[in-house]
């Protein structure tokens, strides 16, 4: 399994940006994709999944209302729409992916077997 990840830059504080992640070599259907983002000296923060199966999506407090998360099945790409961002969104964000993952634990980046490498989002004026 591949995961590769892009669309990261430098924006304005109040800009948009769209991750996207293009998955390969899934041998089962219907993974449960998400993003995450680690800022300089923090861990790891969960932002956003979507599950295949049924389309719920799950997004973080701290982006809610301004990130949207986004597939498109018949290019196996799943996408972060990020707009009115802010200085606190830098970060190196990454997409990760697994077969199955019950809701309570989502929102945990140890339930992911899959990842890409990660693509830098600068906010900044």
């Known amino acids: 399994v591949q995961l590769q990840a892009s669309g990261g830059g430098l924006v304005h504080p109040g800009g948009s940006l769209r991750l996207s992640c293009a998955a390969s070599g899934w041998r089962f259907n219907r993974p449960i994709m998400a993003w995450f983002r680690r800022a300089p000296g923090n861990e790891r923060e969960f932002v956003a999944a979507?599950?295949?199966?049924?389309?719920?999506?799950y997004i973080a407090d701290s982006v809610k209302g301004r990130f949207t998360i986004s597939r498109d099945n018949n290019k196996n790409t799943v996408y972060l729409q990020m707009n009115s961002l802010k200085p606190e969104d830098t970060a190196v964000y990454y997409c990760?992916?697994?077969?199955?993952?019950?809701?309570?634990?989502?929102?945990?980046?140890?339930?992911?077997?899959?990842w890409g490498q990660g693509t830098q989002v600068t906010v900044s004026s």
């Open positions: 979507l599950t295949s199966s049924d389309g719920t999506t």
């Open positions: 990760a992916g697994d077969r199955a993952i019950s809701p309570l634990h989502i929102r945990n980046s140890r339930q992911y077997a899959y």
